[in-house]
T-cell receptor
């Protein structure tokens, strides 16, 4: 299948280690943020979301941190597995502007066995 | 629950030809999105519908692209005439409402030669 991450920054991680993927978002008025995972040949898959009234949210093996002061979002994946290899995108949404979900540039994660 | 369905999966056309993509969102989802994803980049929103009305089409090249969502369910995206730079994956997504997580289909990969 085609690759969606040919020219994206790449994070190489050893299997079992923790991964941290960072995202700088553009709009200080954005109030809803989502992390998506995209494997080759597939559409983006929802991982976790967070609203602007929170600074941390945890899911299964994943944690999202939001720092509104510096407009920074991060995704932490615990005990990274080979199945976590994919391209990860953050997306921001601004309700006052009509809820247009805007994606960032993405980070490719490669998990080494 | 069935996901977002898109067809065709792949399409190859010559420049200046026309092409249409079809999307069937998840049942009950009021919001439908069309995104364009060029290789190595994040998805770019083309148009967003709320039921059968357009919420945002500011990034849709209206001289050649058109989209409709009759009866607030299925949607079609058309390109006429196609250009080489239209080669991309066209993703359809739907969400229960604005400002909730969007679920993506597998996309249609368009190659314009």
């Amino acid at each position: 299948g085609e690759s969606v991450g040919l020219h994206l920054p790449t994070l190489s991680v050893q299997e079992g280690d923790n991964s941290i993927i960072n995202c700088a978002y553009s709009n200080s008025a954005s109030d809803y943020f989502i992390w998506y995972k995209q494997e080759s040949g597939k559409g983006p898959q929802f991982i976790i979301d967070i609203r602007s009234n929170m600074d941390k949210r945890q899911g299964q093996r994943v944690t999202v941190l939001l720092n509104k002061t510096v407009k920074h979002l991060s995704l932490q994946i615990a005990a990274t597995q080979p199945g976590d290899s994919a391209v990860y995108f953050c997306a921001e949404n601004w309700a006052a502007a009509g809820n247009k979900l805007t994606f960032g540039g993405g980070t490719r994660v490669l998990v080494k066995p | 629950e069935a996901g977002v369905a898109q067809s065709p999966r792949y399409k190859i056309i010559e420049k200046r030809q026309s092409v249409a993509f079809w999307c069937n969102p998840i049942s009950g989802h009021a919001t439908l999105y069309w995104y364009q994803q060029i290789l190595g980049q994040g998805p770019k929103l083309l148009i967003q519908f709320q039921n059968n009305g357009v919420v945002d089409d500011s990034q849709l090249p209206k001289d050649r692209f058109s989209a409709e969502r009759l009866k607030g369910v299925d949607s079609t995206l058309k390109i006429q005439p196609a250009k080489l730079e239209d080669s991309a994956v066209y993703l359809c997504a739907s969400s229960i409402d604005i400002d909730t997580e969007a679920f993506f289909g597998q996309g249609t990969r368009l190659t314009v030669v």
